[in-house]
């Protein structure tokens, strides 16, 4: 496996003045040639001119912020340039760029089944730097396309593993474990790319839904799920106030009930909180014996 390696080039605006320098010698020594009648020394500076000021600025490559120069002679790998600025070295060395900034991707809407078998439509956002240039340039033939491909793959076997909704206390769903289930795709995406010299930044559920031949099903479902909850709160607020009530009127002996007074108290008391619309009184005149 291939690793990154720092290495170390010349400044380039150091090596200006030298070539300046090299230039205006190898001019001096051609009018010198020229002046002495000597075609040997002419051509011996001419050619040095060429191929020294051809090498010399056929070395020099730029490095800006958050990028790296990935060095390579004769297709063998030299080492990674990630000091900025202008830099000089061999001229026979390739420098390829790939930057280190932070970047985001968001995958497609796919469609896939979760963990109860309900076709669910499902996104995420992805974000990511290159933290080894050796490893995106050699291990993988082209890493954005396979860190997409890749965080594709793992969400859909994300989509696998939870259900859309929890319908058990305590179990995590793809809708209501955002948290969890980030940090999951978090960790499977970054196993996916390890070999390829990427860091994942973090990970995010971008769009979530069932899919659409289903949706208003499950909308009913929902809504039925939501009305059933509702009730029950109602009814365990309903009984402990009619438990309640009777506790106090017992206590306080305002009014003395057999059990059948007090079936009939609680009937009454449960229309009455549990009902819909609100109750119409009804003034009783005579006895429930009668």
């Known amino acids: 496996m291939i690793r990154e390696s720092v290495r170390s080039t010349i400044s380039g605006l150091g090596v200006i003045p030298v070539l300046v320098l090299f230039a205006v010698l190898c001019i001096a020594g051609i009018v010198h040639g020229v002046g002495t009648a000597q075609p040997g020394i002419i051509v011996s500076c001419l050619v040095m001119l060429i191929l020294g000021g051809i090498g010399g600025v056929c070395g020099f490559f730029m490095v800006g912020p958050n990028e790296g120069k990935v060095l390579q002679l004769f297709g063998a790998y030299r080492g990674t340039v990630r000091e900025q600025g202008l830099r000089w070295t061999n001229p026979f060395y390739a420098a390829k760029r790939i930057s280190l900034r932070v970047r985001n991707f968001e995958s497609n809407k796919l469609k896939v089944n979760d963990l109860d078998g309900n076709p669910i439509e499902i996104a995420a956002v992805v974000v990511w730097k290159v933290v080894d240039t050796a490893e995106a340039l050699f291990?993988?033939?082209?890493?954005?396309?396979?860190?997409?491909?890749?965080?594709?793959?793992?969400?859909?076997?994300?989509?696998?593993?939870?259900?859309?909704?929890?319908?058990?206390?305590?179990?995590?769903?793809?809708?209501?474990?955002?948290?969890?289930?980030?940090?999951?795709?978090?960790?499977?995406?970054?196993?996916?790319?390890?070999?390829?010299?990427?860091?994942?930044?973090?990970?995010?559920?971008?769009?979530?839904?069932?899919?659409?031949?289903?949706?208003?099903a499950m909308l009913r479902r929902q809504q039925a799920s939501a009305i059933i909850a509702a009730r029950q709160k109602i009814v365990e607020g309903a009984v402990g106030m009619v438990e309640m009530a009777l506790e106090k009127l017992s206590s306080k002996n305002i009014v003395n009930l057999d059990e059948e007074r007090k079936a009939s108290m609680v009937s009454n008391l449960l229309v009455v909180l549990c009902s819909d619309h609100a109750t119409q009184p009804v003034v009783n005149a005579g006895t429930i014996y009668h």
Do not use: F, W
């Open 139 to 216: 291990q993988v033939d082209n890493y954005e396309n396979y860190m997409h491909v890749q965080t594709e793959s793992a969400l859909r076997n994300l989509a696998t593993i939870y259900p859309y909704d929890a319908h058990q206390e305590g179990q995590t769903s793809l809708r209501g474990g955002a948290r969890e289930v980030a940090e999951h795709l978090r960790k499977e995406v970054q196993e996916r790319l390890e070999q390829a010299g990427i860091q994942v930044v973090e990970t995010r559920i971008s769009h979530l839904a069932y899919a659409q031949e289903i949706a208003q």
